[in-house]
């Protein structure tokens, strides 16, 4: 399984970046996004044409995280219309909020299935993803992707009071928000992690790696590692457009 950053920037991407999207490769060759921000589609075309997709996960639908989904619409249409692809596009997301999510809808072109707490579906005979709810101010889906070797752990956006301890430990990755600075965190955050709770969560999980993803463009990357080594005593890296990790 590998895991390629196609975007970690929120809420608004760097020169050059995107707003979260996170390309799964299956070992069975399956292509898989989790989330699809401002940017993603840029990044993705590096790799393969948008329209190989096989699956879009969207945690939720906040614009930072579905913004390039309603340009992925085209990018299928145009594919199927020429032949280049015969099958719609699936893709889970939340239903609510129901302003957004009636627009994921795109003719024949989409095939929408529900993201909730119950989901669990396969993306190829080894591999898996399933969903937990977390702490966000819409409904928002922590995904858990697992083949027979690995568990990849994306957090979504989370507030601290997500039950964490539904989901499972010792994730080989553990992809997690961390929105603010200690010294930027509002009083009363509950829909977001600072540096240094992502470095707590990921100790609770006893994450083999975590990767700190969701980060304000304009931070400091030596500032947000640093305060998340504060808390974190495992091996850590700043997410970054074009980083992949490679499970074997
Ligand atoms: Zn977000």
């Given at each position: 399984?590998q895991?390629?950053?196609?975007g970690c920037?929120?809420?608004?991407?760097?020169p050059?970046?995107a707003?979260?999207g996170?390309?799964?490769?299956?070992?069975?060759?399956?292509?898989?996004l989790?989330?699809?921000?401002s940017?993603?589609?840029?990044?993705?075309?590096?790799?393969?044409?948008p329209?190989?997709?096989?699956m879009?996960?969207?945690s939720?639908?906040?614009?930072d995280?579905?913004?390039?989904?309603?340009?992925?619409?085209?990018?299928?249409?145009?594919?199927?219309?020429?032949?280049?692809?015969?099958?719609?596009?699936?893709?889970?997301?939340?239903i609510?909020?129901?302003?957004?999510?009636k627009?994921l809808?795109?003719?024949?072109?989409?095939?929408?299935?529900?993201?909730?707490?119950?989901?669990?579906?396969?993306?190829?005979?080894?591999?898996?993803?399933?969903?937990?709810?977390?702490n966000?101010s819409?409904?928002c889906?922590a995904?858990?992707?697992?083949?027979?070797k690995?568990?990849?752990?994306?957090?979504?956006?989370s507030?601290?009071?997500t039950?964490?301890?539904?989901?499972?430990?010792?994730p080989?990755?553990?992809?997690?928000?961390a929105?603010?600075?200690?010294?930027?965190?509002?009083?009363?955050?509950?829909?977001h992690l600072?540096?240094?709770?992502?470095g707590?969560?990921a100790?609770?999980?006893?994450?083999k790696?975590?990767?700190?993803?969701?980060?304000?463009p304009?931070?400091?990357?030596?500032?947000?590692?640093?305060?998340?080594?504060?808390t974190y005593?495992?091996?850590?890296?700043?997410?970054?457009?074009?980083?992949?990790l490679?499970?074997?």
């Amino acid at each position: 399984m590998q895991l390629t950053v196609l975007g970690c920037h929120s809420p608004f991407p760097a020169p050059d970046g995107a707003t979260p999207g996170y390309l799964i490769t299956t070992k069975s060759g399956k292509q898989v996004l989790l989330d699809c921000g401002s940017g993603v589609l840029s990044q993705l075309i590096k790799y393969i044409p948008p329209y190989d997709l096989d699956m879009v996960i969207l945690s939720h639908l906040h614009h930072d995280h579905i913004a390039d989904f309603f340009v992925l619409q085209y990018a299928i249409m145009v594919a199927i219309k020429q032949g280049w692809r015969t099958k719609p596009l699936q893709i889970y997301a939340p239903i609510k909020p129901l302003k957004w999510s009636k627009n994921l809808y795109y003719g024949d072109y989409i095939d929408v299935r529900e993201l909730n707490e119950k989901t669990w579906t396969e993306l190829d005979e080894d591999t898996t993803v399933r969903s937990y709810r977390t702490n966000h101010s819409v409904p928002c889906y922590a995904l858990e992707i697992q083949d027979q070797k690995h568990i990849i752990l994306y957090g979504a956006d989370s507030g601290y009071e997500t039950n964490w301890n539904q989901m499972k430990k010792n994730p080989d990755v553990f992809i997690c928000e961390a929105t603010y600075l200690e010294s930027d965190m509002p009083a009363n955050a509950k829909d977001h992690l600072s540096t240094c709770q992502a470095g707590e969560i990921a100790n609770l999980l006893n994450a083999k790696h975590l990767v700190v993803t969701h980060l304000f463009p304009f931070y400091d990357r030596d500032d947000l590692l640093h305060e998340v080594m504060s808390t974190y005593k495992g091996f850590c890296d700043l997410a970054q457009t074009g980083f992949i990790l490679n499970l074997k």
